[in-house]
């Protein structure tokens, strides 16, 4: 009999790969560069398309529950998130980005709670990508705002004694690389530490079977807990989005 290595066990699960494991099937091989996470990306892009059409069908004079969530997570992204932190003029141009990133997040990290599915957004490359974008936004937008007075005035706030205007530019300058390193690692290490968590009940159910009891019923609630946890991390890194950006375009604020 193979010995069972819990250690192999949690990062089977969590890790990347080029096969793609479902229960009670043969690996699946994947061709080329595709790898596990990459399918999960393709399959949660086409997931949130259907979703977001059938929310949006016209014919429905009678909206769903499953609507009525999307037009309260629009509502409050709009009035809770965006206008406080950027404005009403940003916010009604960063609305949209903002929303397709709270229901992108969601979907792929509810995919990773699916048994036959895995965890996108536990990888480091894709939190990262995201980050880039709000990195682009935050640099990119306050460059064609106002170009290199506009950059100089948003990393260098004025009022500020003269003597302390290089240290203060230092400072914002790595904070501004420190907060989207932030957003790529918060999502990447919240996501991945619930699924090692609830891996590790699981094997630990596996190797004693005397506390399988105890350990299993860990494994269910960090699961639970894991549904709220995607939610949450989602808004979190759509919030913060919104604050990185909103204080780079309106420094004075």
């Known amino acids: 009999m193979k010995h069972f290595d819990l250690n192999d066990f949690i990062m089977h699960h969590v890790g990347d790969s080029h096969e793609w494991h479902i229960p009670l099937l043969p690996p699946i091989h994947l061709p080329g560069l595709l790898t596990v ?18 929310a949006c069908r016209k014919e429905d004079r009678v909206p769903t529950g499953f609507t009525n969530f999307v037009e309260f997570c ?21 609305t949209p980005l903002l929303c397709t990133l709270f229901f992108f997040i969601l979907v792929l990290n509810m ?12 990888n480091i490359n894709l939190t990262a990508g995201l980050a880039f974008l709000i990195f682009v936004l935050m640099v990119g937008g ?12 948003a990393l260098v706030p004025p009022g500020i004694p003269g003597w302390f205007v290089p240290i203060m530019f230092v400072i914002e300058v790595f904070l501004l690389f420190v907060r989207c390193v932030a957003l790529a690692m918060r999502l990447f290490a919240n996501m991945i530490a619930g699924h090692i968590v609830i891996t590790a009940f ?3 159910s596996l190797l004693c079977v005397w506390t399988a009891p105890l350990t299993f019923a ?9 549904i709220a946890v995607c939610l949450l991390q989602a808004f979190i890194f759509v919030l913060l989005s ?3 950006i909103g204080h ?3 420094p004075k604020h």
Request: aromatic share 12%.
């Open 37 to 54: 996470h990459m399918l999960m990306l393709m399959i949660g892009t086409v997931i949130l398309l259907v979703l977001m059409l059938l």
């Open 74 to 94: 629009v509502e409050y992204i709009y009035k809770e998130i965006a206008i406080p932190n950027m404005g009403h003029e940003e916010a009604e141009k960063f």
């Open 111 to 122: 995919m990773g709670l699916i048994p036959f599915f895995s965890t996108a957004t536990g």
């Open 142 to 153: 306050t460059l064609v705002r106002g170009g290199l007075v506009g950059m100089w005035h």
């Open 202 to 204: 699981l094997g630990l």
């Open 218 to 226: 860990g494994a269910v609630g960090f699961y639970l807990m894991e």
């Open 242 to 244: 919104s604050i990185f």
């Open 248 to 250: 780079m375009y309106h």
